[in-house]
């Protein structure tokens, strides 16, 4: 491994690590045995039916819920899923690789400016800590839709109660 950054924990034990200077997603199954999972090891932004054949750009953050493992990736920008069945076919459900910033909405049209944290609830709805617009965000994997879940842009203050803000939440 060359920079593990993120690991993932199945229901079976097998644990997931984003290994982030190659570009690649390791599996280690329950009996040790470390394989790559997804990523050809090229630096990109590639989707694929065919995990080994996608290209991932500094896989960091990962959560997994419901044989979906969710990655965050391309320096805190965008959220993919790998699908843990299969082929493992690789896609991106929210946020852009070009450049930083925010955007609610659509994958086509949501950004986001470094996601320190991510968690799936049992609803399969995934949460992810939007650290300098200072936001927790809600990406519907479905729909792919993203929205503000709590927070206010561009407010780094650490308030409690019905309109809490955040700085830099991670």
């Known amino acids: 491994l060359d920079w593990p950054h993120g690991i993932a924990i199945n229901a079976d034990g097998s644990v997931y690590i984003s290994d982030r200077n190659i570009n ?3 599996w280690l199954n329950p009996v040790r045995y470390l ?33 979906v493992l969710y990655v965050v990736g ?30 609610d909405g659509g994958a086509a049209t949501s950004k986001f400016n470094m996601i320190h944290g991510i968690a799936v609830s049992s609803a399969d709805i995934v949460y992810v800590s939007d650290a300098w617009n200072y936001l927790i965000r809600k990406i519907d994997p479905t729909t792919k839709i993203t929205s503000t879940f709590a927070g206010t ?11 809490p803000t955040f700085n830099a939440p991670r």
């Open 24 to 26: 690649k997603i390791r």
């Open 153 to 163: 842009r561009g407010v780094s203050t650490s308030d409690i109660g019905a309109s």
């Open 74 to 103: 391309d320096r805190g920008k965008v959220v993919r899923t790998v699908e843990t069945t299969g082929t493992n076919s690789v896609g991106c459900i929210a946020g852009q690789y070009q450049d930083h910033g925010w955007g």
């Open 35 to 67: 394989a790559t999972f997804a990523g050809t090891g090229a630096a990109g932004h590639g989707d694929s039916v065919t995990g080994t054949l996608a290209t991932f750009d500094k896989p960091e953050l990962m959560a997994w819920r419901n044989d």
